[in-house]
């Protein structure tokens, strides 16, 4: 959905649509959409810059990566952006902490729908997990840990230690 600069009203515009996204439009490409992405977007316009505050909300699915178990995350997330004319990009190495907010954009147009996905996509976690303390699967029986099933206590050294522990031994 373009949005057309020139034609931004004073006070501004306010939008609440729905967008479609598919699997391949996220970074993770394993993050099922189970339903539209809704978006609340407030955009004004001010000089030259472009106010754009919303919100996001939708729930996704994702395999945990610890216990490959499909589960529901549900996203609720705000934002703040302010975008300047193209023009006026420095060309500098480094962004200051005012520049890291602003975004800029070319022509005389903003796209929204790319707003919306960018802003969907910075809230998927980097690895995805049904829970903060989930145990994943046993590594000796391939059972999940939280059912009960594995009663396996079998806990191997990790052998990156293997090397340190021979020369402590070899010193004593």
Same mark, same amino acid.
């Given at each position: 959905?373009?949005?057309?600069?020139?034609?931004?009203?004073?006070?501004?515009?306010?939008?609440?649509? &729905?967008?479609?996204?598919? =699997?391949?439009?996220?970074? #993770?490409?394993? /993050? $099922? %959409? *189970? !339903?539209?992405?809704?978006?609340?977007?407030?955009?004004?316009?001010?000089?030259?810059?472009?106010?754009?505050?919303?919100?996001?909300?939708?729930?996704?699915?994702?395999?945990?990566?610890?216990?490959?178990?499909?589960?529901?995350?549900?996203?609720?997330?705000?934002?703040?952006?302010?975008?300047?004319?193209?023009?006026?990009?420095?060309?500098?190495?480094?962004?200051?902490?005012?520049?890291? &907010?602003?975004?800029?954009? =070319?022509?005389?147009?903003? #796209?929204?729908? /790319? $707003? %919306? *996905? !960018?802003?969907?996509?910075?809230?998927?976690?980097?690895?995805?997990?049904?829970?903060?303390?989930?145990?994943?699967?046993?590594?000796?029986?391939?059972?999940?840990?939280?059912?009960?099933?594995?009663?396996?206590?079998?806990?191997?050294?990790?052998?990156?230690?293997?090397?340190?522990?021979?020369?402590?031994?070899?010193?004593?």
């Amino acid at each position: 959905m373009l949005i057309d600069i020139d034609r931004l009203p004073k006070e501004g515009l306010r939008l609440s649509r &729905d967008f479609e996204f598919a =699997s391949l439009d996220m970074v #993770d490409e394993n /993050a $099922v %959409v *189970l !339903e539209p992405v809704h978006a609340e977007v407030f955009i004004r316009l001010v000089g030259e810059e472009i106010f754009v505050d919303g919100q996001v909300s939708v729930r996704l699915s994702f395999v945990c990566a610890r216990c490959l178990t499909p589960f529901e995350f549900p996203v609720a997330s705000r934002f703040d952006l302010v975008y300047l004319p193209e023009e006026l990009d420095p060309l500098s190495d480094s962004l200051s902490d005012e520049e890291i &907010d602003k975004m800029y954009y =070319s022509g005389r147009q903003l #796209d929204l729908r /790319a $707003v %919306v *996905l !960018e802003q969907l996509n910075l809230t998927l976690p980097g690895k995805p997990l049904c829970a903060n303390d989930c145990e994943g699967i046993c590594t000796v029986c391939g059972e999940l840990v939280r059912t009960g099933k594995c009663s396996c206590l079998v806990k191997e050294p990790d052998p990156r230690w293997s090397k340190l522990k021979f020369t402590v031994r070899d010193k004593r």
